[in-house]
């Protein structure tokens, strides 16, 4: 009875906090997904995130799986699922950026919610195919919200409770008494409701910023002389200046050159680095050696981002997931590819010695290795480019269709005090330096 008692309280508590209950339909225009064709497109989700994340899971019997195998034990029940190696130096940045750790890390990414674009394509109808499914989720990929646009959402039919467990996003969530689960961004917001006005300004705010950003490296001019120094500005220790901070990052792996050849790159042309989040890892003594400055406001991503940071290629995926549950899980799975990409042309440009990973060398400290990152770079830019520009069009269709225009408005003109936020090389995480006014 306590244990009863316990889960009940437990489902309460997600309730209250993600918005789910069970009720009538909160609104009339709604496109339905017949179950067949929904659990399809979950399942083939969940098999690409599997697929792109696969070389990066630790084993079935690695240390760090000991309480899933315990757990599975216990409840007789199989998962697949394994955590990232926080070791593997392609993965890893998943777990240290983006949070995702552990055995949920994966499984959030696994995770699966309808495209807001069948809202685009599709008005109060029932979906009949998987192929008018995948086409209408598209849809905000070549077609704008119209200003006659009526609020609406998406019915998976047949869901229950129990899909919540491992398959689709309890956040945003609506139970319909026996029709299924509703997904819909007006109603989540509360997008119609004066009280919320406040607490939807504060909301939309990184959405907001997001999407500037987003615009913002469109429209810039690609810096094609960087070389990923950033990663060697990290563990540059010149003869009587204090060990770096981040020398211990990736300390697991072996560096592939001498110190002296590390300081000698650094110092030979200085470092290009348009990447506001990197220059925090500098080692303090890189710090006069960046060409774009000692130290940057977080306001100056508006300026300096720009469409060949390997960096902003691996942002994206941030970018992306901060829509859940309202992105597309197709672009969700693109964007985690180029993201992986970036990375591993990141790591391969490194110091490191990355080779027992299966990482090719780009070495950067060479003529030839220079040109070779700008062949490689120039390329992912490519690939990036169409994914960037897709994620700016899902932002463009999703504020409309969560927010009124004068929240967005008052978000413009209220942005939050992180964004007058400071990075210097060793210094503290963007909330803990504020300027001071």
């Not at 560096?255 to 303090?284: M, W």
């Not at 408005?409 to 330096?433: C, D, I, V």
């Amino acid at each position: 009875m306590g244990l009863l008692w316990g889960l009940f309280l437990i489902f309460l508590a997600l309730s209250l906090v993600s918005g789910i209950s069970t009720e009538k339909m909160p609104i009339k225009n709604v496109v339905r997904i017949p179950e067949k064709i929904w659990r399809q497109a979950l399942s083939h989700h969940q098999d690409q995130v599997k697929e792109l994340l696969r070389p990066g899971l630790i084993p079935i019997d690695h240390p760090l799986n000991a309480a899933n195998l315990s757990r599975q034990r216990k409840t007789n029940q199989k998962n697949e699922w394994t955590a990232l190696d926080p070791k593997h130096p392609v993965y890893n940045f998943l777990i240290e950026y983006y949070g995702l750790k552990g055995l949920k890390g994966p499984k959030q990414l696994a995770r699966w919610t309808p495209s807001i674009g069948l809202l685009l394509k599709s008005k109060g109808q029932t979906i009949d195919s998987i192929e008018e499914f995948e086409e209408a989720s598209a849809a905000y990929t070549t077609k704008k919200l119209s200003n006659n646009y009526e609020d609406g959402g998406i019915l998976l039919e047949g869901a229950i409770e129990d899909d919540f467990a491992s398959s689709l996003h309890l956040r945003g969530a609506n139970i319909i008494k026996n029709e299924g689960v509703l997904y819909s961004p007006a109603v989540y917001f509360g997008k119609n409701d004066p009280s919320r006005q406040v607490e939807n300004t504060k909301s939309a705010t990184p959405f907001s910023w997001y999407r500037s950003v987003l615009m913002q490296t469109l429209e810039a001019e690609p810096v094609l002389h960087c070389h990923g120094l950033h990663e060697w500005a990290m563990q540059y220790h010149p003869p009587g200046a204090q060990p770096p901070p981040s020398a211990k990052y990736q300390s697991h792996l072996p560096l592939r050159v001498s110190q002296e050849v590390i300081n000698h790159a650094v110092e030979r042309k200085g470092v290009s680095c348009t990447h506001v989040d990197a220059l925090r890892y500098f080692a303090p003594a890189a710090a006069s050696l960046n060409h774009h400055g000692a130290s940057l406001q977080r306001i100056d991503q508006l300026k300096l981002e720009q469409p060949a940071c390997v960096h902003a290629h691996m942002d994206l995926l941030k970018i992306c997931l901060k829509l859940r549950p309202f992105n597309d899980p197709v672009l969700l799975q693109r964007t985690l590819e180029v993201a992986l990409e970036a990375r591993r042309l990141d790591v391969a440009a490194s110091p490191y010695d990355a080779s027992s990973y299966g990482v090719d060398v780009v070495p950067i400290e060479t003529g030839e290795g220079r040109s070779e990152y700008r062949r490689q770079q120039k390329a992912l830019m490519q690939r990036a480019e169409v994914v960037r520009k897709d994620l700016l069009l899902l932002y463009e269709n999703f504020l409309p269709m969560a927010f009124r225009e004068s929240c967005l408005r008052q978000a413009e003109e209220k942005p939050k005090s992180e964004r007058f936020a400071k990075a210097e090389p060793g210094g503290l995480p963007w909330r803990k330096n504020l300027l001071q006014t």
